[in-house]
């Protein structure tokens, strides 16, 4: 395994790691800001909370993961392993939920709650049902 192999996997690793952070992080701001008063000061730290996390940490995260899976495939000719074709369906759908997440940031900055505690509740479980699911094709590489 080359040395820039190795530096990649590394880098891959860091930044899901962050990546998921935040989209374990956000749904659960989510739970405490639909039940904050709106205009509240706890509301309009919720606000900011949010969009920090989302504009500063998830996104940039999300995109070197995603770059640094895409170099690390072609580096490693993976592109026709079965394994890789499951991992990245279930990455297809951590950036559906991401954007998801990234509307409801946009909502509630416009003051629009149209979902509940418990949307966001169970909507906080998805991403680790993902993680699991990405974790264990890459580890295990079943077909």
């Given amino acids: 395994m080359t ?3 190795l530096w990649l996997k590394a880098l891959h690793i ?3 790691a962050a ?3 935040g989209m374990w992080y956000l749904p659960r701001l989510m739970v405490y800001h639909v039940e904050a008063p709106v205009d509240s000061p706890c509301s309009e730290t919720f606000k900011v909370m949010e969009r920090r996390l989302l504009k500063a ?4 995260a999300m995109v070197v993961t995603v ?3 895409v170099w690390l495939a072609s580096a490693q000719g993976q592109w026709r392993e079965g394994w890789l074709h499951g991992k990245l369906l279930l990455v297809l759908l951590m950036l559906a939920v991401y954007g998801l997440l990234a509307r ?3 909502e509630f900055a416009a003051d629009r709650r ?3 505690g418990r949307y966001f509740r169970i909507l906080n479980e998805v991403p680790t049902v993902l993680f ?8 295990l590489k079943p077909f």
Avoid at 57 to 60: A, C, D, G, Q
Avoid at 132 to 139: C, H, K, N, P
Wanted: hydrophobic residues 65%; proline residues 3%.
């Fill in 114 to 116: 149209e979902r509940s």
């Fill in 19 to 21: 990546w998921m952070a």
């Fill in 104 to 106: 409801h940031v946009r």
């Fill in 67 to 69: 770059i640094v899976g």
């Fill in 3 to 5: 040395s820039l192999v």
């Fill in 132 to 139: 699991v699911g990405i974790v264990l094709l890459v580890v």
């Fill in 14 to 16: 860091m930044a899901f």
């Fill in 57 to 60: 940490i998830v996104t940039p």
